[in-house]
Each structure stands twice: as structure tokens, then as C-alpha cells.
Nanobody, 115 residues
Framework: QVQFAESGGGLVQPGGSLRLSCAVS????????MGWYRQAPGKQRELVAA???????NYADSVKGRFTISRDNAKNTVYLQMNSLKAEDTALYYC?????????WGQGTQVTVSS
């Protein structure tokens, strides 16, 4: 059973915006806090933005003020609004629980920031 289905990535110029979506299985969405992660070529996967179990949000320092995580409880979907994109944001973006469920990673969605 697919637990996370990411979409919304693409090629965007520096300074542009994208909104990523992640459809989550109902059970997972109702039981766990969700987060967005990314992995750039040659680098380890890192947490980008996440909800805590208490409902607060955490962001990597590199994306604070530019990215916003949100969710639609009716649709079991979590979003990542990315503004003022930079070349260093280029990566494969994944959603997963926070902390992440080992072995449950989806296919991810590629974000490429380039002129």
C-alpha cells in the first residue's frame, strides 16, 4: 500500500515558486505528524519542514521565511509552498512522518531550480 504520493515538482527559475503536494494514507495522516524532506545529489536526506505532534512547525534554517508547510485534514494531504527558490533547493523532495517511517519513502518529486 502506497503511504505517501508526492507531486508538484518541476523546473523553475531562481526566485520562482512551487507548491508540492503529498497524498497520505488516511491511517498514517490521522496518527502521525507529517514532514517534508529532500535529498540533493551526493548529499544525505534532510528535514525541510515538519509539523510536530503538538501541531507546531519546524523548518530547516536554510528555508525559513521561504517555505511553508500546511495540511488539509479533509483531503489527507500535506503541502509545501516554496517561494524565492534558489539553486541550492534543487533536490528530490519526499514526504514522510515526523520522525520518518523507515522503509516507507515514496518516489519523491523532483525540484530543479535553474535558469
Amino acid at each position: 500500500q502506497v503511504q505517501f504520493a508526492e507531486s508538484g515538482g518541476g523546473l523553475v527559475q531562481p526566485g520562482g515558486s512551487l507548491r508540492l503536494s503529498c497524498a497520505v494514507s488516511r491511517t498514517i495522516f490521522s496518527l502521525y505528524a507529517m514532514g517534508w524532506y529532500r535529498q540533493a545529489p551526493g548529499k544525505q536526506r534532510e528535514l525541510v519542514a515538519a509539523f510536530t505532534f503538538g501541531g507546531n512547525t519546524n523548518y530547516a534554517d536554510s528555508v525559513k521565511g521561504r517555505f511553508t508547510i500546511s495540511r488539509d485534514n479533509a483531503k489527507n494531504t500535506v503541502y509545501l509552498q516554496m517561494n524565492s527558490l534558489k539553486a541550492e533547493d534543487t533536490a528530490l523532495y519526499y514526504c514522510n512522518t515526523n520522525p520518518p517511517r523507515v522503509g516507507a519513502w515514496g518516489q519523491g518529486t523532483q525540484v530543479t531550480v535553474s535558469s
